[in-house]
Structure formats: structure tokens, C-alpha cells
């Protein structure tokens, strides 16, 4: 920011002022400057680096010094009937001076997390369970599927719905692409249907972060002081957090668990929607979006047919099927354990599409 650059020119101008002025140092004014010009620069250097650091470990890092200086006082007090005058008592005194207030910065900075908010309520509440919250973003609220999962009971815990989310559904609800307006309404109205729902606790928090601009880390800083979860379908979001140590429950995970287990052998009712890319090959998808690659299927476009699973290719982009459409009279073909898949490329849709697949086929 333009003022932290006008703050740090205005110190270091300070500092070379006030050496020039007083002269410390027998050795000039070039050097007592120079000097003055190098301890500036050490302690801007220091000042940058702290700034990334959390405000409750400097906190706890300038308490803990603190306590550990007043105790080095006290053991150095108790000392009065020690000849001060041996050298000895003399760097023992010293040592106390610098070990116990070195000691009280390092673990009051260390343990600085409990003297965030949260943690220092939690010590006047009564024993109970603590609460758990699932933090949301602007992804899994614009989806909606999250308010379908929220109905059947099966989120504990407290949803948290942070200010700076809310800002950003409003943006998208007010965009001129009728497209992204459409997203941002849906997403107000999902989060207008789980605040309804008997059972739901729902807080709006109106902690931010004006450091950071992006939504992302917000979110990631968020799930660190309240000690909880964030809840999302963006893959992005989903590693970062993963990678910064906050926990992640992922929708489309969630989707992808459910799904129907289908075992080779298995016989299946499914509507062939398109020509595959092969020969002879129809597609079809399930209720849940998985698609069904059915050989000898091209003739069924537009038809509901039963096929034959020859195999399931599980991919980290979802499912996906292999069957054969068997016609009357034909003998039922032999289902191989596995069969062979070329490359599968990820849509955004959370899809597969298939470059080339070869079933397995009857010996």
C-alpha cells in the first residue's frame, strides 16, 4: 500500500536525521549516517516480515517476554546476598536477564492462537460439546445441492456464512450477463431456504480480513480462527486449503460416494441420448450424470433399451460405465475383469469424456 511505502520512507529519513543530528559514533557524519541508514534498513526488513505473522502470536510472543523478564527480575532480586561483585554472579544475572524473556517470546508466541476470540470465549462456557462450524463459499451456495443435504440432516454443526460471501453473491446477482444475475439469485434464494429449515443454525460472521483481497484465503483465514470446515465444490479452493492444513468437505466427493455401485454382469435400463465416438457405439447418462458408453448401440439412439455391464472406469473426475446392448437371439457376452480404457479428459462439468474406449469384447 501507498501509505506502508510513505510510513517506511518517513522512518528511515527519521533515523538518518536523528544520527546526522546527534552523532553517536566518533567517526563522522558519512558514517554515523550509514550506519543509522543500515539499522533502518534491518528493522523495516523485521517490520515486513512480522507483518505476516498473526496478530495473537505477536501478542502472545510480546506477554510472554513479559512474564519471563519480570520472573528473571524476581530471581535476580532474590539474589541480593550473592557478591555482586564476582564475575561469576555478574553473568548469571545476565543470563537470567536474556534466557527467561528469550524463553517466555518463543512459547507466548507459539501458543498466541489462544488469545483469539473463540478460544478465550470457550474458557468462560460451560463444559458441553464445542461447536463445529462448516463454513460455505460462494461455489456450494450458488450449486444448492448443499441445501438438499442440509434438509436431510445429515450437517451438525453451525453453517457459517461470512460477510465477505454475501458481498460476493450480491456482485454476481447484480452483473449485467443475465447468466451470472440468474447464479447470484439462486444463490441468495438457497441461502434464504436453509435459514427457513427447522434444526439448521445458521450465523452470518462479520469477521474479514483486509489484508487479503482474494476470497479464496479469506475463506482458508476463516476456517483457521473458528477452527472449522470449509464446505465447497471448487477443486482450486479445495487443494489450497488441503495445503494450508484447513479441513475441506467437498459436494461433488459427497455426489461421487453415493453414486449406485454397478458391478460387471450386472443388467440395466438406460436411453441411449448420442452416437459414441467408436464404432457402433451409443451413450447414455444416469439420473446422477454418469455416463454409460454401450456398444452395438448406435440403431437405439432416442430408445430406452436394457444393456450388460462389461466394466466401471472410476476416474477422479467421476464414473464411468462400459455395457453392451444385447439383442434378441444373440448369446450374452463374456464379462472380462477389466478391460482396456485410453485417455479420459476432465469437463468442467465434472464429467468424463472418452477419446477412445474399448470394451471388452466376446471371445
Known amino acids: 500500500m501507498a501509505w506502508f511505502a510513505l510510513a517506511r520512507v518517513l522512518f528511515v529519513v527519521a533515523v538518518a536525521y536523528a544520527a546526522a543530528l546527534l552523532q553517536p559514533f566518533p567517526v563522522g557524519l558519512p558514517a554515523n549516517v550509514g550506519v543509522a541508514l543500515v539499522l533502518a534498513a534491518l528493522v523495516v526488513y523485521f517490520e515486513s516480515r ?4 498473526a496478530i495473537t502470536r505477536v501478542i502472545g510472543a510480546l ?11 524476581m530471581i535476580v532480586g532474590g539474589l541480593f546476598w550473592a557478591d555482586s561483585g564476582d564475575r561469576r554472579v555478574e553473568f548469571l544475572h545476565s543470563f537470567t536477564l536474556i534466557v527467561l524473556p528469550y524463553l517466555g517470546l518463543v512459547l507466548g508466541g507459539k501458543h498466541g492462537e489462544w488469545l483469539e476470540p473463540a478460544r478465550l470465549m470457550s474458557l468462560f462456557r460451560a463444559a458441553g460439546p464445542q461447536r463445529r462450524y462448516k463454513i460455505l ?3 456450494v451456495i450458488i450449486d444448492g445441492r448443499v441445501a438438499d443435504v442440509c434438509e436431510t440432516g445429515f450437517v451438525d454443526g453451525t453453517l457459517v456464512i461470512p460477510q465477505f460471501v454475501l458481498k460476493e453473491l450480491q456482485l454476481v446477482a447484480d452483473s449485467a450477463d443475465s447468466l451470472k444475475r440468474n447464479r447470484g439469485r439462486r444463490g441468495l434464494d438457497i ?4 435459514q427457513k429449515m427447522s434444526g439448521v443454525e445458521v450465523m452470518i460472521s462479520d469477521l474479514d480480513f483486509p489484508d487479503l483481497r482474494d476470497v479464496d484465503l479469506k475463506l482458508i483465514e476463516l476456517a483457521r480462527s473458528l477452527q472449522g470446515k470449509i464446505v465447497t465444490n471448487d477443486f482450486n479452493l479445495n487443494k489450497v486449503a488441503q495445503l494450508r492444513g484447513v479441513e ?9 460416494s453415493l453414486k449406485p455401485v454397478v458391478l460387471p454382469g450386472e443388467m440395466m435400463k438406460v436411453f441411449i441420448l448420442k452416437e459414441g465416438k467408436e464404432y457402433n457405439q451409443g451413450v447414455a447418462y444416469l439420473d446422477d450424470g454418469t455416463m454409460v458408453v454401450v456398444d452395438n448401440a448406435r440403431k437405439m439412439i432416442s430408445k430406452t433399451i436394457d444393456i450388460v455391464v462389461t466394466s466401471v472406469l472410476q476416474t477422479t473426475a467421476g464414473k464411468m460405465i462400459f455395457g453392451r446392448y444385447v439383442e434378441a437371439g444373440m448369446p450374452m457376452p463374456v464379462v472380462a475383469p477389466s478391460a482396456a480404457h485410453d485417455k479420459v479428459d476432465k469437463e468442467e462439468n465434472g464429467r468424463a469424456r472418452v477419446r477412445t474406449a474399448v470394451p471388452a469384447q466376446q471371445t
Do not use: M, P
Open 50 to 53: 512480522l507483518r505476516e505473522t
Open 63 to 73: 506477554i510472554g517476554c513479559a512474564i519471563g523478564l519480570a520472573i528473571a527480575h
Open 248 to 256: 475441506v468437505l467437498n459436494v461433488n466427493e459427497l455426489a461421487n
Open 137 to 139: 463459499d460462494t461455489s
Open 191 to 194: 441461502l434464504q431456504k436453509i
